[in-house]
């Protein structure tokens, strides 16, 4: 990053999908956090947060949830305030599981998926799951302290076929 430029300060992830067809169990995709220390970016998570929770200091939180996909436009939102973050955190991962109440459902099965990353009226990233559509779970984007710089977003598109238990701990590994 040039001087000039001071990195990412706080983005809003937003997720969409459409409602499973009439009659079937619903879609129920869920957006989720790993908050990660500098002393290990890769270990496990220091915490996470998704549905039913918020970061401990407020700076990561879920303030959309949606069950079934049914509205316009995104359905889920989750903030991040980084430049509120403590020193302690190096990296952030964001992703996105899918619940399997009904039975295995994946990216593929799930009628226009799409994630939105912005800060601010710009638009950082936009993925549609294509590129995992064999997964029930995939990372979206990661986020890096970048030292005096702030925090430098790295698109992170990273499926796995796993349930939402087990993502949490999967999702922030380092991959080969």
Do not use: C
């Not at 890769?42 to 549905?51: C, I, K, M, N, R």
């Not at 990561?60 to 949606?66: A, E």
């Not at 995104?74 to 509120?84: F, G, K, S, V, W």
Request: charged share 20%; no cysteine.
């Amino acid at each position: 990053m040039s001087g000039l430029n001071k990195g990412v300060g706080k983005a809003e992830v937003t997720l969409k999908w459409d409602p499973s067809p009439m009659g079937t169990p619903a879609h129920d995709l869920d957006l989720v956090a790993g908050v990660y220390t500098a002393d290990a970016p890769y270990g496990p998570p220091a915490y996470l947060v998704h549905f039913d929770s918020r970061s401990p200091d407020g700076t990561i939180t879920l303030h959309r949830d949606s069950r079934t996909g049914q509205g316009f436009g995104y359905d889920e939102a989750m903030t991040l305030e980084l430049t509120r973050l403590a020193p302690l955190y190096a990296r952030v991962v964001v992703g996105v599981a899918i619940q399997q109440g009904g039975g295995r459902l994946t990216f593929g099965q799930v009628a226009h998926t799409g994630v939105l990353v912005r800060e601010g009226y710009s638009d950082l990233l936009e993925d549609d799951f294509a590129a995992v559509a064999d997964a029930t779970a995939a990372t979206v984007v990661e986020f890096i302290r970048d030292g005096a710089e702030g925090w430098t977003l790295r698109p992170l598109s990273v499926g796995f076929d796993t349930d939402p238990r087990d993502f949490g701990a999967l999702m922030g590994a380092r991959r080969p």
